[in-house]
Structures are given as C-alpha cells and as structure tokens.
C-alpha cells in the first residue's frame, strides 16, 4: 500500500522535475559545456595516431577515425549516465534544508533520484547532435549488430545507477564529516582513470586493466561505449552486464545502509 | 598599498584558521592531490605505454611529464587561491550579500579575489616538484639556471591569466542569473592545459592560445625548462598577459557598475 | 493530541575557542561540552488548542518543535501526537502534521508555487478532488489569486509566506508547528496571517502550537501559553495570568483638569511619570478598585484609563529575570 502510492507519485515527481529542468536549461548547458574531457582526450589521440595507428592490448589498431567514434561515444554516455545527488544532498545537509524534505511522507532517496532522472529528457536532446555527427561521420566503426543495441540501454540504465547510488553514498558521509565533497573529488579521479573516460580501457597495460575490470567505474562509462563501438559482442557483454548490476545492487544496499545511519545521526544532533 | 599587504595577511590568518578547523580535510587534501597526480599522470603512461606507441609528436615521455608537472603546479593555484574566492563570490551573489563587500572602503576586487583561501591545496606543490623530478631524471639532465627563472617568469604570467580569467567570470556572474557551475566549468576547461599545446590543431590551438591562454600557462614554462623556448614568445607572453590583465579590470568595472543586487 | 513527558534533548559539541593557536591546539586534542538544549518538559495539549510557545532566544523552542515533528531525537523522555511516536517518522503520522519554519522554505526557487503545490500533492498522495477544494479555499482564504503562478523568486517576502502557508496546508494536516511564521513581515500582513491563522484552526479544527517573537501574534492566537526557559517549562497556562504574575500591577492613567501635586497621586500606587496634568501610574490588580474609587472622589479627574502593560514589556522583563538569574547561578 506505501509503495504504491510512492509510485503513483512518481510520474508527477518526474513532470516537476522536468519543468526544474526547464527551468535550469541554461545552468545545464553549462554542466554540458564542461564536460569537455572527453574532445580534449579525442584530440590527443587523434594527434598520437596520426603517425601510426596506436596497438591495444587486444591487438585492435586504433587509428584517428576509432578514437573520434569513442570519444564521442564517451560524451553521449557521460551526459546520460550522470547524476549529481552528492552535491545536492551535502547542500542540503549543510543548509539544514533537508528539514523540509525529511517532513514529507516520501523517501528522500527517491524525490533525489526522480529530480535527477527529470533532467534526462534534456540530456538526451543535448546529445542528438554529437549522435548525428557520429553516425553521420564514423557510422561503419558503430556495432551494425541489432541485438546489441537491444543491450545497450540495459547497460546505460546499469550505469545510471551506479552513478546516482554511488553519489547518495557519498552524498550521505555529509551526515558525518563536513567535507564529503572532497571524497566525491576522489572518487571522480579514479572514475576518469577506470571509466574508460581518458582512454579505451584496451590501452592500458594489463595489469590497470585487469583492475578496471573488478571497480566500477567501467560499469559506468566503458560498458555502454563499447557496446556502441562494437567492441562487444552480445555474448562477450552478458557477462559484463551480469556484474554491472551486481556492482548496481551493492551500491543500493551500501548507499541505503549509509543513509540510513546518517539519518539517525541527523535526528541525533539535528540540522 | 601597505594597507592591502595587511588585509591580505589577515584574509590569509582567517584562511588558516578555518583550515586548522577542519583538520580532516589536511588528509583528504593531501590524498586528493595525490590522486589528481596520479590521475594526470596515468594518461601519460598509456600514451607512451609502449615502445610501438608513437606518443605526441615533438614530445618524449620526460618532456611531456614536465608539461603535466607544470599543470599540477598551476591546478594547485587555481584550486588553493583562485577557485575558492570565486566561489565565495559566487556564494555572495546568491544570498545577495555582496552589497556589504561593496559598501566596504576597499577595492571590492581586492577583497572578493582574497576572501578566502584553501590552504590545504599547497601539497600539490610536493608532488609537482616529485613528478617534475621524476621527469628530469627520465630526460637525463636538470634545467639550466636560466630556464628556471624563465619558467619561474612564466608561472607568473600563468598566475595573472588565471586571475583574470576569473575576474572576467566574476563579471559573467552579475549578468547571468544560476552561476554555481561556472567554477566547475573554468576548471574542466583548465584541464586541457595537462598536454602539450602541440596536441591541439587549428581553431582550437587558436583559442587555447589567444582566448583561454593555455598554452602560456603549462607549454611555455615547460619549454622554457626544456631550454627550447624562443625569446620572442616569453615578451609576447608577458606582453599579451598584461593586456588580458588590463582588459579584464576593465571589464570587471563596468559589471560592478551594471550590478543590481539579488536581494528584496 | 500532543503529549510531552520528561523530554529532554542534550548535545555534546566541540568547544572552538578564537584564535589561530588556539585552533591549531585543537587539531590534535578537542574539548567537549555538554549543552542541554531542552531538558525536562512536560505538557499536553488537547485536539484543537492554539498553543503560543514563548522563550528567549536559544530557550530550547526549536529544538522542540524539531522532536515533535520527528526530526531530532529526544536524548530521554517522551513525545507523542495522536498516537504516533515522532521520531520513527511513519509516513501515516509525517501525513498528519506539518512544520512551518519562517526561516525556511519548501517551495521550489524557480518554479511557481503551483508546482510545489501540485508536487505535494502527488507526495502526500492527496486525493485529486480534495486537492483541487481545498486549493480554491485557501486561494480565497490567503488571497493568492495570479501569485501561484509565478515563480517563487519573482514573490515578495509576504506573498511568499503566504504561498509557503498554503503549500504547507494543501494536504490538511491535523497539527500544526508553526516556527516563528510571520517573522520578517510588515504589520499588515502579519495581521491578514493572523487572520488566516486561527480561521484555518476554527474551520479545520487542527492543534497548533506558533513561537513567535511577536507578542502580538501570540496575544492574537493564543489563549494558551507555554514558557519555557534554558530548556525547562516555566509557565504554562491562560495568557492573563502569565501577565498577572510577572506584573502584578496594571496602568493606570489619570489626566487632571487643574494641576494635582505629586504627594497628592503617590497615594495611589507607585508614579512612573508625573506632570500637572497627568500622571501614570503603577497599582496592584487587587488595590486598582480602590484606587479609581479614591482618585474620583478625591482628585479633579478629567479622564481616566487602565490598562495591561504592553505585552512586550512582560516578556522582556521575563527573559531579562531569567537571565539575571542565570547569571547569579
């Protein structure tokens, strides 16, 4: 009977959110802009390969064209695979407006994920444009194999929650420390370095690899884009996905547990 | 001038007082940096990975860790210095309390660009220094005396830019309404400055040049280390900063004169 | 309704004293210490009850709205409303109450405040039908009319409030804590919040308890006040007698046709301001019959006024006693 009428809130949730969204478009487009780490590692590897095709691990040659059709792949899966409720949750903490949002009958948890989920639509009209681009440009380098596109929102899904959960946990070490912001820093920096963000995970030496495939964060970026890319056939991904959603469950229970801790602590010494 | 030495040692005192307050956030600092090297740096070793690998034309492996070295260096400025006090303007302008800075009888820019700082951030300077050794001994010898002042001439001039970079997106933030992501925006735009300027080609090397001046930031000091940078781009540089410097004070005049409060 | 018995609600924070050395020293070794932010209230109020809840500042009032509405935790003791245990925060008993904090708003910034509204619903899971009622009486109530139809940031100070009440409203919750509502406002509007205040009360019959610093709004809405001080109660009950026993004495104003001398009124009560033609005067409640009796048979009274001192005053003087005595203690 809870859940139910949690879900039925749902679809308003996501029509407000959407109008926030609206609301915000300029703000976003500024969040879209700065993700230009994606072009800038485009444009060195192009440059590195302009010599001579750059040899991955898997015996693969990447050559200028290969590098353009992942990195813009990159960017259309970082747009819509983000989530920024670390950020809005330490504000929150640190404001004592989460108050307002604790008095509602609702979990927060899930007002958090909706409004981050309500900016979707929008992302994803950011991204037409690079997706023309790519399939108009590099459109023989993207997989022609129809079962795994099938995969592939199934992937970005996966790596949504990756993301947002990952950022509820840290969003909900604010309830402990005064500087959980500085933790998200670090947990970005190994994400840029694992993801797959900087480079093809194929380039890294073996041993960096074998690394990335036990963290999470290729379950973020590197999953979906080598879907795209065809890197992946649909029996090589399975496996892949099988622990993209393992990694998405532990962030659910690891996230939900911390929250749940700092709640208390939060009634504990108050906001 | 004796009296804006004075406020700013005392907007220094307040930082670290409030530095010494959290002193969790030393370790964490500390940890950041270390991590933000490492993440400057793994790139470079895939690049260069293998002895097939080309890497980027003109440049060795040494060579290149110098560049990076040298965007530590300036990211730790950007982050310790630079970023906070924009943040605390951008802070200012939400809450609609920049009034009483500009009610103060100082320069306002003098005192929203010393409002605060993260001191905590000077541990980037450790481990440049650790990846620009590092690079010296992968290219065998040390830089020459007068490389280093050049470079040391250089990050100067890198200072300025940044600075007035900063004002000029203070001047932004009085006209556009939601300014929270802007110091996030100049930062991801600053990590293009990790590489060689010889990566970018054409309208892009163009901007990172004359608009973003990033090449003056990270590729200049480091060829000046290398002992490879021409004579006549050190006077440009220098030149072309203090005209960026003096276009952005004025910029930052007009905005102040055109700013209405949020307030009421 | 609400019921509170041996609440208490202490911290333990970390003493920072000024200084760079000083906050260097505390890098290694911090010092805490205990501050009990309420500590031992008891009282209950019944279905209906419009509660003004009065203390200085840091009096422990906040913190005590904040356990009823289940968001602190009580150290010891207990609170419940109607029925429910706050603190464990069901979604049936968040459903029943709500929390109006002044200082702090629940509308979103850059959207209108039907947007908050509609959200709330959905959240609340309000009937669409009752929803749409209760919207249209509370439109007419607060007199909102095209405000909900711009954006928050675009809303006076008041129209905000305003909004912020309703969006407060929409899902008809039976108790009320109202912290500090009509703070910053002008008077006017304070007076139409008022208004809006007890008409919400009389027509819906919710409990409410309202902390104000305004005496006015308290005097207006409250014919119950509880006191508290350093997180202890230290009255509670009817308005008057809260007035009648920190200020035993009324004022009493007399305006003379010929000039009186001052021995001739100081028999009436102690002087607080003497002309030839007029005096104000402090009397006891119990001596004020006598007092008006002697002062027209004996004096050439030309006019003639009693009155309570200015709520205000009591107040002031109350904290001011309380914290004289804090500082002998």
């Given at each position: 009977?809870?859940?139910?009428?949690?879900?039925?809130?749902?679809?308003?949730?996501?029509?407000?959110?959407?109008?926030?969204?609206?609301?915000?478009?300029?703000?976003?487009?500024?969040?879209?802009?700065?993700?230009?780490?994606?072009?800038?590692?485009?444009?060195?590897?192009?440059?590195?390969?302009?010599?001579?095709?750059?040899?991955?691990?898997?015996?693969?040659?990447?050559?200028?064209?290969?590098?353009?059709?992942?990195?813009?792949?990159?960017?259309?899966?970082?747009?819509?695979?983000?989530?920024?409720?670390?950020?809005?949750?330490?504000?929150?903490?640190?404001?004592?407006?989460?108050s307002m949002r604790l008095l509602r009958p609702m979990h927060p948890v899930l007002s958090f994920a909706m409004s981050n989920l309500a900016y979707m639509p929008m992302r994803a009209v950011v991204t037409l444009p690079v997706f023309a681009i790519l399939l108009v440009t590099e459109l023989s380098r993207m997989t022609a194999q129809w079962q795994v596109w099938l995969l592939w929102p199934l992937a970005l899904i996966g790596g949504w929650l990756i993301t947002f959960f990952a950022n509820v946990a840290i969003g909900s070490l604010s309830f402990?420390?005064?500087?959980?912001?500085?933790?998200?820093?670090?947990?970005?920096?190994?994400?840029?370095?694992?993801?797959?963000?900087?480079?093809?995970?194929?380039?890294?030496?073996?041993w960096l690899r074998i690394a990335a495939q036990w963290l999470p964060f290729r379950y973020q970026i590197g999953l979906p884009v080598e879907l795209m890319t065809g890197q992946l056939t649909v029996e090589a991904a399975l496996p892949l996905l099988a622990r993209q959603y393992t990694w998405a469950g532990l962030m659910v229970v690891a996230s939900l547990l911390l929250w749940r801790s700092g709640i208390k602590r939060f009634q504990a010494f108050g906001g | 001038m004796t009296r804006y030495l004075r406020l700013l040692g005392l907007q220094l005192r307040t930082s670290a007082l409030l530095a010494a307050?959290?002193?969790?956030?030393?370790?964490?600092?500390?940890?950041?940096?270390?991590?933000?090297?490492?993440?400057?740096?793994?790139?470079?070793?895939?690049?260069?990975?293998?002895?097939?690998?080309?890497?980027?034309?003109?440049?060795?492996?040494?060579?290149?860790?110098?560049v990076t070295a040298c965007f530590i260096l300036l990211q730790g400025v950007l982050d310790g210095a630079i970023n906070p006090g924009l943040q605390a303007v951008i802070d200012h302008i939400r809450k609609g309390t920049l009034d009483f800075v500009l009610l103060k009888p100082a320069d306002a820019q003098f005192l929203v660009s010393t409002s605060r700082f993260m001191l905590w951030r000077v541990f980037s300077l450790v481990t440049s220094g650790i990846v620009f050794g590092i690079a010296f001994h992968q290219i065998g010898h040390g830089p020459s005396v007068l490389g280093v002042l050049t470079a040391l001439v250089l990050f100067a001039v890198a200072t300025l830019l940044l600075y007035s970079l900063w004002i000029l997106i203070i001047s932004a933030a009085f006209i556009v309404v939601k300014v929270d992501n802007l110091t996030y925006l100049f930062s991801s735009i600053f990590d293009a400055a990790r590489w060689p300027s010889s990566v970018f080609r054409g309208a892009v090397k163009f901007f990172f040049t004359f608009v973003i001046p990033l090449a003056v930031m990270t590729t200049f000091p480091a060829e000046a280390l290398l002992g490879r940078l021409a004579p006549m781009t050190l006077v440009s540089s220098i030149g072309g900063a203090f005209v960026f410097a003096a276009v952005a004070r004025r910029i930052w005049l007009r905005s102040i004169g055109h700013y209405t409060s949020a307030g009421g | 309704?609400?019921?509170?018995?041996?609440?208490?609600?202490?911290?333990?924070?970390?003493?920072?004293?000024?200084?760079?050395?000083?906050?260097?020293?505390?890098?290694?070794?911090?010092?805490?210490?205990?501050?009990?932010?309420?500590?031992?209230?008891?009282?209950?109020?019944?279905?209906?009850?419009?509660?003004?809840?009065?203390?200085?500042?840091?009096?422990?009032?906040?913190?005590?709205?904040?356990?009823?509405?289940?968001?602190?935790?009580?150290?010891?003791?207990?609170?419940?409303?109607?029925?429910?245990?706050?603190?464990k925060r069901e979604n049936e008993f968040l459903k029943k109450i709500m929390l109006v904090m002044g200082q702090k708003q629940q509308l979103m910034w850059d959207l209108p405040p039907a947007d908050t509204y509609e959200l709330n619903r959905a959240i609340y899971d309000v009937p669409r039908a009752d929803f749409t009622k209760r919207l249209k009486e509370l439109t007419e109530l607060l007199e909102l009319g095209e405000l909900v139809t711009k954006p928050t940031r675009q809303l006076s100070l008041g129209e905000r409030m305003k909004c912020e009440l309703a969006g407060a409203l929409i899902h008809g919750p039976k108790v009320l804590f109202l912290d500090e509502p009509t703070i910053g406002l002008d008077v006017s509007m304070q007076v139409a919040m008022r208004d809006f205040i007890r008409r919400y009360n009389e027509e819906h019959g919710a409990t409410l308890i309202l902390t104000s610093h305004y005496m006015d709004d308290v005097a207006?809405?409250?014919?119950?006040?509880?006191?508290?001080?350093?997180?202890?109660?230290?009255?509670?009950?009817?308005?008057?007698?809260?007035?009648?026993?920190?200020?035993?004495?009324?004022?009493?104003?007399?305006?003379?046709?010929?000039?009186?001398?001052?021995?001739?009124?100081?028999?009436?009560?102690?002087?607080?301001?003497?002309?030839?033609?007029?005096?104000?005067?402090?009397?006891?409640?119990?001596?004020?019959?006598?007092?008006?009796?002697?002062?027209?048979?004996?004096?050439?009274?030309?006019?003639?006024?009693?009155?309570?001192?200015?709520?205000?005053?009591?107040m002031s003087e109350l904290f001011s006693r309380s914290r004289a005595a804090r500082e002998v203690a």
């Open positions: 009977m809870k859940t139910f009428a949690a879900l039925r809130a749902i679809p308003t949730l996501l029509k407000i959110g959407f109008s926030e969204a609206v609301a915000y478009r300029a703000e976003m487009l500024v969040w879209v802009f700065a993700t230009t780490m994606p072009l800038i590692m485009m444009m060195l590897w192009t440059t590195v390969a302009e010599a001579s095709p750059v040899v991955g691990q898997g015996g693969k040659q990447w050559g200028s064209g290969a590098f353009v059709a992942y990195f813009l792949s990159v960017f259309i899966v970082r747009q819509l695979i983000s989530a920024w409720a670390a950020w809005e949750i330490n504000f929150e903490v640190r404001q004592g407006m989460l402990f420390i005064d500087s959980s912001i500085k933790i998200m820093d670090v947990w970005l920096a190994a994400f840029f370095v694992f993801s797959g963000y900087l480079f093809p995970l194929e380039l890294f030496p073996e | 307050q959290y002193r969790f956030d030393f370790f964490v600092d500390a940890a950041i940096s270390l991590f933000w090297t490492a993440t400057a740096v793994v790139p470079l070793f895939v690049v260069y990975g293998e002895e097939t690998r080309p890497g980027i034309p003109g440049w060795s492996f040494g060579e290149a860790l110098v | 309704m609400i019921r509170l018995s041996g609440l208490r609600k202490h911290y333990r924070v970390h003493k920072r004293p000024p200084g760079l050395k000083a906050a260097l020293k505390s890098l290694f070794k911090r010092e805490y210490e205990i501050v009990k932010a309420v500590d031992g209230i008891d009282f209950s109020i019944s279905p209906g009850e419009r509660v003004g809840f009065l203390g200085p500042n840091g009096a422990g009032k906040t913190t005590t709205l904040k356990m009823a509405s289940g968001l602190l935790h009580p150290t010891s003791g207990e609170v419940t409303v109607d029925g429910h245990t706050p603190q207006a809405l409250c014919p119950r006040v509880i006191v508290i001080d350093k997180g202890a109660l230290s009255f509670d009950g009817k308005l008057e007698d809260l007035v009648t026993q920190v200020r035993p004495e009324k004022r009493l104003t007399l305006r003379f046709s010929a000039p009186v001398s001052r021995e001739q009124v100081a028999e009436l009560g102690t002087i607080v301001k003497h002309e030839p033609a007029q005096a104000v005067l402090l009397v006891k409640q119990s001596a004020m019959n006598a007092a008006v009796a002697k002062a027209l048979a004996t004096l050439p009274v030309q006019d003639l006024n009693v009155e309570n001192p200015p709520l205000e005053e009591v």
